[in-house]
């Protein structure tokens, strides 16, 4: 399975945009590119996914690179609720999902 | 409704004694999983069903098995439970645009 490579931690201000980055060089050219989250005690949750252009939902966006050997999950404006780990997956198609979870960013939002 | 439901949501055992996760979901989706969550490891695959009497090997599959008689229901086994697999544990499901979650179960084994 081709791995991502996410920071371990970013910090960000309540009602700012937040740009989380995601390096996957050995992407292939059937993988997806997935966004889950993971607030505290919960099981993950669906962020957004795409193949290779630019996806937009009521969530978050995502910007994938020309080459997309990176990625990009955008919040437009940072909520409390936004502080969670984030994980950037990489999944040969879009239907079996059986993801690899790498540690995934801590996403720090301060008031 | 809750796509996704496990149950216990805690659970203490003791080391050797046979352990059952019990995971419902709704809408009758094909693809379900399992994974466990430990400190400083993320999520591990655990084992995975593309449908019914289908099950598959993941990451971590060792001490662990699954069966699937219908399809609303994924149920992990721990044969001999090791104090190793005191961890966290979610079941998902595969909708073909995303997956769903649950709550997790916590289970100890002391």
């Known amino acids: 399975d081709a791995k991502t490579t996410q920071p371990n931690s970013m910090e960000s201000n309540e009602e700012e945009p937040v740009h989380l980055p995601c390096n996957h060089s050995t992407i292939s050219g059937t993988d997806y590119i997935h966004w889950y989250r993971q607030l505290p005690s919960q099981g993950p949750e669906y962020v957004i996914h795409g193949l290779t252009s630019n996806v937009n939902n009521r969530m978050a966006s995502l910007a994938i690179a020309e080459d997309r050997k990176s990625s990009t999950l955008i919040l437009h404006r940072a909520t409390l609720r936004d502080a969670a780990v984030y994980y950037c997956i990489l999944s040969e198609d879009n239907y079996g999902q059986n993801f690899v979870f790498g540690p995934g960013t801590r996403l720090s939002v301060l008031p | 409704d809750a796509e996704i439901t496990q149950s216990p949501r805690h659970k203490i055992t003791e080391t050797g004694r046979q352990v059952t996760l019990a995971c419902h979901q709704t809408?009758?989706?094909?693809?379900m999983f399992w994974y466990r969550q430990d400190l400083g490891h993320g999520l591990r695959l655990i084992h995975y069903s593309y449908g019914v009497h289908d099950t598959n090997k993941g990451e971590v599959s060792d001490g662990y098995s699954v069966s699937r008689s219908n399809t609303e229901d994924l149920p992990l086994t721990l044969e001999s439970a090791a104090s190793s697999q005191t961890s966290v544990y979610f079941c998902a499901k595969a909708t073909g645009t995303e997956a769903f979650f649950g709550q997790g179960t916590r289970l100890t084994v002391v």
């Open positions: 809408w009758n989706h094909n693809n």
